[in-house]
């Protein structure tokens, strides 16, 4: 009778929780396309206005944002992200729409590339999901259209590296869901961590390089944790000095949990 009970009660908790299960985790969290290179010194890019958006998630899961997480967070990015342009390899300037007029249509990409991250993470980074023209590993063809090119504020840059960061950190309640959960044998997880960095060829409009992945560390809320998180993002950039990647990618590997 016991045994009966514990499993209808079980099966009840894998129903109630079911909702909450996390989606499938890319296996695959960078690419390149093929036959992109980028040699150092050799080119101009222009640093886009991060997306940065930090709140709290619910127990239901629902990110509520924060303005004042998302500020500071702004902050502690954007320092980090100085103090990494002059180790990228090449020349690496922040965006400045001066007179053109052009930061609503800039902030319309910054979105449409936050959009292209998350499908090629769905449709190509995870291979349960791969759409057909995407089943061979040597074929990356994504991009934002040619629009890109029109801008004012980009003329005499070659390429444009677009960041995004999602944050919703677990309330409470989540963490009790989630220990709840796990009494049933159902995943919850308890916070949401997104970050996309790639770059767009602005001739082209094609994206060369991404690196993204749902489940990066680095709390942006902190200095440090901004400052983890940037390093993640531009682990693999293109172009940079091998000893930097190098110390990078070690600097990532000690610090990730």
Known sequence: MKTGFARAAAAALALLFAAFAPSAIAQD??????????????VKIVLMRPTIRVGSQSTGG???????????AREYVAKALKAN?????????????????????ATQYSNLFGTLADSVIEYQFFPGNRLPTKKRKDTFEWG?????ADLTSLKGADYALFINT??????????MLQLFAAMGGVSVTSGVH?????LIDLRTGE???????????????TPEGAVKRVEQLLQGFPGRAPEVAATAGKNNRVRRT
């Open 144 to 148: 934002v259209g040619t629009g890109i």
């Open 85 to 105: 342009q002059g180790n990228l390899g090449n020349t690496v300037i922040e965006y400045e729409e001066g007179v053109s007029g052009d930061a609503a249509m």
């Open 29 to 42: 969290k960078s690419a390149t396309k093929p036959g992109f290179k980028l040699q150092p010194g050799t």
């Open 207 to 221: 994206l060369v390089w991404l690196n993204a992945d749902r489940q990066m560390g680095g709390d942006l809320r």
């Open 166 to 175: 999602y944050d919703g950190y677990g309330s409470a309640g989540r963490k």
């Open 194 to 198: 997104w970050g996309h960095a790639g």
């Open 62 to 72: 629902v990110i509520t944002p924060n303005a004042e997480w998302t500020a500071n």
